[in-house]
């Protein structure tokens, strides 16, 4: 059996590659890719966790939480993309610059 810590290794491994790509990309699909790899590193860590930890409820807390987590992680990338096909129609490419200038101007 894996000892947890290698879990744990893995999870915060993978968040500190989240967060250099939300730190250092440009493009607004590889920053949404980054924010999944950090919400899933989350989820590697709860689960370790409970495997360390969770006596009660059959140990499922950890397990509960993660599929919440999940479900999130899901909706957001529904309305990312969703974003992310609007500023493709409107720029033909997909810049956190672009986003920005969505926005709607006042009429005065």
């Given at each position: 059996?894996?000892?947890?810590?290698?879990?744990?290794?893995l999870s915060g491994f993978l968040f500190a590659g989240g967060v250099f790509g939300v730190l250092t990309q440009r493009?607004?699909?590889?920053?949404?890719?980054?924010?999944?790899?950090?919400?899933n590193s989350a989820n590697l860590a709860?689960?370790?966790?409970?495997g360390?930890?969770?006596l009660h409820n059959l140990g499922l807390d950890g397990?509960?939480?993660a599929f919440v987590?999940?479900?999130?992680a899901a909706a957001e990338a529904a309305v990312g993309l969703a974003i992310f096909l609007?500023?493709?129609r409107n720029f033909g490419e997909i810049t956190v610059t672009n986003i920005f200038s969505?926005?709607?101007k006042e009429v005065n």
């Open positions: 059996m894996i000892p947890p810590e290698w879990y744990l290794a493009n607004a699909m590889r920053i949404l890719i980054s924010v999944e790899i950090m919400l709860i689960i370790a966790f409970n360390m930890f969770g397990w509960i939480f987590i999940i479900a999130v609007s500023v493709y969505l926005r709607e």
